[in-house]
């Protein structure tokens, strides 16, 4: 089959000829433009140990929750995917079975952008020429196996070939940063930054959170038992994320958005609270509300942009949790309010010049009524990409569509796609750029921008302001 | 005028003629498989009695709250659509008067669901041949009425016409199902089935809840005052059902989503409560929960299929519905949660392999949100079709638009009618079918999924999704 | 360049060309049709004083809160766009300087409705013809400013010019309304009229509330701390409203649509509470509620629409509203619940012949779940039309989509522009008309409803709806 075939060139696009030319104009324009990706959780050991990866399976099955979510949805189960669990018994370790049960149901994902994506891997990544399927499973695991264990595709190589200009990965607070600080004489250490992601430090109904803060009082010498020390080992970690990782940007995955402007007594207070193991969730929520407002302060000196990731109950299904843990893909997305949570930090510093907050949802019903008119008042907002189940052709759509009338293209952050699935970056990245010359082009068509407006507009939702908004430094594309 | 004209062949399809065509092809393939309707609310002793309906007006209009429902909202009074009120008070009996009535005020209707229903029932099951309105509503109610009293349009001959090859009533769980029961011995036994729907004894908000359980004592010998006894009654009523009704499901409409997973000493003290009525609302609610939960489990053991139906404000019209009683159009949707709400359900019972559990939804918010990460997820989770106020071309659009790319086809439960308009339920499986193919063609146009697939996936979702999701055990369509 | 090109005739109508010929030849019916705007904010003043406006920068940038609210979000400063703050400090005065900021920034505003609008003020009220942007701005400013000071641009000679039937404007409880009495033996009366909005008087959270009842005392001659008289008071002012100000509705802007039905000794409560002073937030919430409920009542009795605006967050930058006051855009929508919240009032009055109101909301997810079921069943509602963030071409169209198949066409209320930006009314009203244009188009196109129909439909969606939602008692157009 053609690769045209498998992958069609014009996939994604506007049925109707008058906008897919449009759209196609656009999409030449910024097709190889290289890729930003600010926010994601790739594994920075690859990039400085730069060994090749492992089996097809390993690579492209095992790690991926949405995988793994959609066959499990349907009865298979995980052990048949090659996933352990915890108590050790044993699950499928031969590759190419693991292999032959995903083929075998690949047309569940019919419609969904996992199929997009792998699609993408299977025809334009690895040169596949057949559709990938039961009858050609074992030939495409060849091809990819084959390849795989070249030098051509190893982790620094794909950055190349990908056409990377820059990696983000994603760390606790109290990680060492050694992958990032070996790659700090090598010509990668511009291209793979970290993000200081203090959640496990700040989250007070993780059991190991008193244990966390005497591990961070021993990395910065600061007394956390004390409301000012805890804050300045804060500050001392942030410091080091940006030296050692090159972080340009903190991250939070809170429950909810909630913020609070405390006074100081009430701050000790509740950390004494949350150090005692005593706190109601009630008072945990607020320490954590609390420190949503610390961190944007912090970010105000230090310039690292905030992002904000709330709304996801994590691990909703207690057996599955229990017995195969985090990240099988049972994180389910809940309900938030941003209008009234974010009030305290946005009325005691929204207005700082320099500050940048990026706002993300898992609850769509937000984006016209709350999202995009805080951003498009609040000089320190912007509004994230969309998020996790929103990471998809028609997701995209709808958040163009409620978001730009009131906020504009300008008050968004570009695309990034925060994922662990390496592999997938450039099908992700590319599914973005489509659908954002896709939405360009009906707009263009209704006559509501003109194209010169579309043409600029392409380039700034590509590249130029996740440039923007996480303070990369990147030289701007025109 | 042409059949053509008053309904035309490519209505619902898109309008860009590259999609219509695809909608076309694939709508072919499916517009004369058989209608399988797994949840509805027709009346039984239609079937078991066969006799003929009465005038048009008693079978199209009177029954209908979704006329009633619009009528009314323009100030017509139900006395004028013969609706009789609980006092006595007389109402219009002259059919051709309500008829008239209807007529008048057809144009209301322009753009809703039931315009579409209600053509298809003009033109297509009674075969006018002139617009409906004002100056022809006297000649179509010639028309009809002379059809449905002859033997041709006696409810079973129906089932045949419409080419049904099943449909499920609903009864509450003390009913008798005599009607089913004497259908036992003749052809339409595997056709005509009932559905056990047990919220007059789990709903202890209505005033009834204690003698109806004293009613479940009578029929199953089981002492419902005790909790094991009261899960016995209800275990015995649902064999009951399964045997003399041939169901295979269950079905719940609570106002919540709630679910419980409490100690058995816990329940009893509620089950105590609910009894005595003075069980706060929070009392009754958690029961309810409770009830969910154990109705789950009995649906391991006994292989029924469990609905989930939460949401609607009953009666939200007091005045209303104390002069005309329930079901006259004043049931009005609320904000529901499942994410937190199913967690005690999912986490206990979710991976069973086997248990089938169908979620519906009057808050389209979830949609994305909740419902397809979780039916994305959980095994036992399928989505139902767009429901009640949602049953609708546009409505049917954003739930697939909205559902798919997380939930994929799948984990969706094709399409039921959800309704006890008889001779609506070609019209709506109609409407079903043709939007189908219009959201297929739209995902082939853009090039989401392949012909081949779509080929398939129509099939599906008219037929073989309904069929495993509700174990009809009929045979698979390809 | 030419005016064409500028702004094209077919902008906003469906690139699809089948679809863009049916809603080109609705809008050619509609286009021309008189406008009636029965709810706005224009200054009433302009029109009994009949004096040019000032500098196009103090017409179109300064008090145009959407035109502010986006410059500020992206870092502009107030100052800068010519807004005082309350300590005196110096503003930008100097209107060519304001204008060239705005110029320079309205690039910005790409895919927002404000550039629609804008563009509409430039190229068709002013007839501009080059393209607005930093190098034309002098240009156009100098074109605008010379036309705005003749008499063809008089605040009375643009109702003409705009071909405008009716305008209200709204006015607190307390006003005068001199300048409407002002226009009493004028042509102007039967076209300028006022609304009346006794939020001040109602809504006990704000400072002034006492202070208020006794002014509302003052002037009606009624005891307004006892409840019958304030009661009487209110009355007494409805009438004012509608003898000086020819008034045909009230409107409240509550932060909730909570409605209450308390007995009056529980009502002489919580007003004692209320002008003490003392009353928690839950008490003023429940004034409010029973307040709502009471004006329904005088509603039905002295004809006056009732319209109910809630879900705003007032002032959520507190700094901001400190320095600079109210209505600078920083009001953030909020969820609302609607079908538990209007129960009281509905079950109370909901039923009354004659009784009209109109419902407006901020959270689109309503839209569905709500606002359609609760209109398409209480004879008294209607629905308005999308509001303020929601008052843009695509956020009409969601409004269409997600309300008609449950309400129809006939339970809303036709549009409204709620504007204070009067060279922006023809405009904002050109859109609305194109959209509903665009809307019925696709129902045509997919053989919905007929181009018969969309004709009807589209004269009654830009006229008659509005005429009889406000009883203006219009001529009915055809």
Chains 1, 2, 3 share one sequence.
């Not at 969730?281 to 942009?305: C, H, K, V, W, Y």
């Not at 937000?366 to 189940?389: D, M, Q, S, T």
């Not at 360009?440 to 380039?459: F, P, Q, W, Y």
């Amino acid at each position: 089959m053609t690769h045209d075939k498998l992958l069609h060139p014009d996939r994604l696009f506007p049925a109707l000829p008058a906008q897919r030319d449009i759209a196609r104009a656009l999409y030449a324009r910024v097709k190889d433009l290289p890729i930003i990706s600010p926010h994601g959780h790739t594994d920075p050991s690859w990039f400085s140990g730069n060994e090749n990866f492992d089996t097809p399976a390993d690579l492209l099955i095992v790690p991926d929750h949405y995988l793994l979510r959609m066959l499990y949805s349907q009865g298979i189960s995980l052990v048949d995917l090659g996933v352990s669990s915890k108590d050790g018994s044993p699950a499928e370790t031969d590759p190419r079975k693991i292999w032959a049960t995903f083929a075998k149901h690949y047309y569940l994902f019919a419609g969904t952008p996992t199929r997009l994506w792998m699609d993408h891997v299977f025809y334009d990544v690895f040169g596949a020429t057949e559709a990938f399927g039961p009858d050609t499973a074992d030939a495409i695991y060849d091809l990819i196996d084959g390849q795989i264990k070249s030098d051509d595709f190893k982790p620094r190589a794909l950055l190349d070939r990908f056409n990377i200009d820059l990696i983000a990965t994603t760390e606790g607070a109290l990680d060492d940063l050694k992958h990032h600080a070996a790659l700090d004489c090598t010509d990668y250490a511009r291209r793979v930054i970290t993000t200081f992601r203090p959640d496990d430090c700040i989250d007070a109904d993780k059991p190991q959170f008193a244990g966390n803060l005497d591990t961070l009082s021993g990395l910065t010498g600061f007394n956390t038992r004390e409301w000012n020390g805890y804050l300045d080992a804060m500050r001392a970690r942030r410091e080091y994320f940006r030296k050692v990782g090159r972080a340009t940007a903190t991250d939070h995955g809170h429950p909810t958005a909630a913020t609070a402007d405390l006074p100081k007594v009430e701050c000790q207070k509740l950390l004494d609270l949350c150090l005692s193991g005593k706190a109601t969730a009630q008072q945990t929520e607020l320490f954590r509300a609390q420190m949503l407002t610390e961190m944007a302060g912090m970010s105000i000196t230090d310039g690292m942009t905030l992002q904000i990731h709330p709304g996801s109950y994590r691990n909703h299904n207690a057996p599955l949790f229990a017995r195969y843990g985090a990240d099988k893909g049972a994180d389910i997305p809940m309900r938030v309010n941003y209008t009234q949570s974010l009030q305290p930090l946005l009325s005691k510093y929204g207005n700082e010049p320099g500050l940048k907050v990026i706002l993300f949802t898992l609850d769509e019903s937000n984006y016209a009524r709350e999202l995009a008119p805080l951003a498009g008042h609040y000089p320190c907002l912007k509004l994230g990409p969309p998020w996790w189940f929103h990471d998809s052709p028609q997701a995209m759509l709808r958040f163009r569509d409620q978001v730009t009338e009131t906020a504009g293209f300008y008050n968004t952050a570009g695309f990034n796609d925060d994922t662990r699935a390496f592999l997938s970056v450039p099908a992700r990245h590319d599914v973005a750029r489509r659908m954002d010359c896709h939405f360009l082009a009906l707009l263009v068509s209704e006559h509501k921008i003109t194209m010169t407006e579309a043409e600029r507009l392409s380039i700034d939702l590509t590249y130029n302001l996740a440039n923007d908004a996480y303070s990369l430094g990147l030289e701007r594309k025109v």
